[in-house]
């Protein structure tokens, strides 16, 4: 389903009320946030504060102890990890986890969205369609003079982009990012910073980032989370001059 | 001149180690051994298919199984129970107080043919059920298991718990299964002597011929998609659910596929033996299959293949003139493979003897074709092929 198919001012993202529980302690409490179509969205918050388990919970790794998860109008907390992904969620990790033992062409070509079933695997063939989506990806992420090498011999900042590769050819409406630019080196950083603002061109992004100029450069708008619950919520502006996000994330 | 992609393959690399073993399995041991140690060599060659199976689900897809005796002897007690069944004719069978039941049957005070033997007096169904049963039974394991994401250590012990049941259940139900001593005094197949030496002969060349179903099967399996799927799913299987794909169901094919392997493999152990029972398919047995495909080598079907036939031709030449020393020699090789050379012998193959034939292939090539500049704006039907994936590799550095 297209984002044009939605009538406007529908949300192509809604989390309500979202709870889990980890042996009584709430890693997530009562969450309730929105997103728009097209719309990037930073999530930002101290550690602890529950963001990468919110972005577990939105993409099936984690069950939610209670709430609900709207993703264009299906329910995603009923569903299985993979038919969360063939909905239209693409999640990356905070560690680069790609398939080491493959070639870069072959871990694009494993996220290539067709032949997921076990027999589609099995008659799935190579053809051109496949190559050229391949090789357009891989010129996206900067790494199409490297697609014959084993991942395991790519950089920390080649993998990072191998794996936002993958979830770009899986052609997902929502691509959520975990610190896409931890660990990175400075020239590295801007190349993602570049490679992001293409992708929020014609994707809607939920992200995790600590690196405030990067949060500024990228973000429409900043949810901040501390102890499970939403602190604050609007513009870059607007959260840093939130008193209660400098007592408890930024620092006076 | 036009090659055709087949005979392509079979001057490729890859292929020539194909024929290499044809060569060897269907050449060199028939005219260099007589028929008893031919016959040997089939029956180390049915383990082959087990470890074939161990290669795709443990080396590839990092399943442990330390249960494959379990399916290796469901499929070899399927055609025991065929044989005996037509050994077991009212006629040779008339000294008995109910005639025409296995002999064994008799002996344990059973009066007529239990209802889940009667289907093996068709060889049709006995067929479908030397592949059917393990794997029906690898797809109810894998099912219970992979959906509840039991893995790793956790499903080893279960498959090797299931193999020490599987054990104790036969000999337990000694009336219906032939007990501790398996069924034996299997004479025919439909009519055609198999204890002759022209049968085992003939017997042999079946069991080649099968081998080499089963490589090319798990073959093309590696070189398609799933081939990749499997190996991806190996180290990072969150990935893979998260590319959208349901892991288990992955996981529960290839258990399953392992089982059918083994399967096959039991039932020409059967045929080649002429007999079938308990201790073939137990504990030791099982983890004796995982040691063949770990020495062969357990990312390489071919190694697993050579794996099986050392081992077995090692276990027999140590038992014939030290019995009481192959559990050590055993335990010894187990634990060098483990410690000096985990990818078994096709790593060693790939990091010693490849880079020689590399020189030497590189220096022919280099004579016969004069420097050819490359095309630019190669036709789109060959771009495809261009990223061949990478069958059997593994980098040396990792262990």
Redesign the interface.
Same mark, same amino acid.
């Given at each position: 389903m297209s984002a044009a198919k939605r009538k406007n001012g529908d949300f192509l993202l809604a989390v309500e009320g979202l709870t889990v529980s980890f042996d009584g302690f709430k890693a997530v409490d009562d969450l309730s946030f929105y997103l728009d179509p097209q719309e990037i969205r930073v999530i930002i918050g101290p550690n602890g504060a529950g963001k990468t388990t919110v972005l577990d919970l939105i993409c099936g790794k984690t069950k939610a102890t209670s709430g609900s998860i709207k993703f264009a109008g299906k329910e995603l907390t009923k569903l299985k990890e993979h038919q969360i992904v063939h909905a239209g969620v693409g999640r990356k990790f905070q560690t680069p986890s790609v398939f080491e033992d493959l070639t870069v062409f072959e871990n694009l070509e494993v996220s290539y969205p067709q032949g997921h079933s076990v027999m589609g695997a099995l008659a799935f063939k190579r053809d051109l369609a496949v190559v050229e989506e391949v090789e357009a990806v891989a010129k996206k992420i900067f790494l199409d003079d490297l697609l014959d090498q084993p991942a395991a011999l790519l950089s920390h900042g080649q993998k990072q982009w191998l794996e936002i590769g993958m979830l770009l050819i899986q052609k997902p409406e929502l691509i959520m990012l975990d610190e896409p630019v931890a660990g990175m080196s400075v020239a590295e950083r801007q190349k993602t910073a570049e490679l992001l603002k293409m992708i929020t061109k014609d994707h809607t992004v939920l992200v995790i980032e600590h690196d405030m100029q990067f949060v500024g450069d990228i973000a429409d708008r900043v949810t901040v989370m501390h102890q499970g619950k939403v602190l604050s919520e609007g513009s870059i502006e607007h959260v840093k001059a939130d008193p209660k996000v400098i007592e408890v994330y930024l620092g006076h | 001149m036009k090659q055709s992609p087949i005979l392509k393959w079979f001057v490729s690399r890859e292929g020539l180690y194909y024929l290499a073993l044809a060569l060897l399995l269907v050449v060199i041991l028939p005219v260099a051994l007589d028929s008893f140690r031919l016959n040997m060599v089939g029956k180390y060659l049915t383990y082959a298919f087990v470890a074939i199976g161990l290669v795709m689900c443990w080396g590839k897809a990092g399943i442990l199984s330390l249960g494959q005796g379990v399916f290796f002897g469901l499929g070899g007690y399927c055609m025991a129970m065929y044989l005996k069944l037509e050994a077991s004719t009212p006629e040779a069978t008339s000294i008995q107080s109910t005639p025409g039941i296995p002999d064994f049957m008799d002996w344990n005070q059973i009066t007529a043919l239990p209802w889940f033997w009667e289907p093996f007096n068709s060889f049709a169904f006995t067929l479908l059920a030397v592949i059917g049963v393990p794997v029906l039974l690898a797809f109810i394991i894998g099912f219970a298991m992979f959906t509840r994401r039991v893995g790793g250590v956790y499903f080893a012990i279960i498959t090797q718990a299931i193999a020490a049941i599987l054990t104790i259940l036969i000999i337990g139900q000694q009336g219906f299964t032939g007990g501790i001593n398996g069924i034996t005094d299997l004479r025919t197949l439909m009519g055609w002597e198999i204890r002759t030496d022209e049968a085992k002969n003939a017997l042999y060349f079946v069991t080649v011929a099968m081998l080499f179903v089963c490589l090319f099967t798990a073959r093309l +399996?590696q070189q398609?998609?799933?081939g990749? +799927?499997l190996?991806?799913m %190996?180290?990072?299987e %969150?990935?893979?659910?998260?590319?959208? /794909?349901?892991?288990a169901?992955?996981k529960i094919?290839v258990f399953c596929l392992a089982a059918a392997f083994a399967g096959i493999g039991g039932a020409l152990f059967t045929l080649s033996v002429g007999f079938m029972s308990p201790s073939f398919i137990g504990i030791v047995a099982s983890i004796e299959m995982v040691i063949f495909c770990a020495l062969g080598g357990r990312l390489s079907i071919l190694g697993a293949v050579y794996g099986a036939l050392l081992v077995n031709a090692a276990k027999s030449g140590f038992s014939e003139s030290f019995p009481e020393l192959w559990p050590f020699a055993m335990g010894a090789l187990f634990i060098g493979v483990v410690l000096a050379f985990p990818n078994g012998l096709a790593g060693l193959y790939q990091t010693y003897v490849m880079p020689l034939e590399d020189r030497l292939f590189k220096r022919k090539k280099a004579e016969a074709t004069p420097a050819v500049a490359p095309v630019a704006g190669k036709p %789109?039907a060959e771009?495809?092929k261009?990223?061949d994936?990478?069958i059997d590799? /593994?980098?040396p550095e990792?262990s």
């Open positions: - | +399996i398609r998609k799933l990749r +799927i190996v991806a %190996n180290a990072q %969150n990935r893979v659910r998260f590319s959208g /794909y349901d892991v169901a992955f094919f %789109n771009k495809a261009d990223y994936p990478m590799h /593994y980098s990792k």
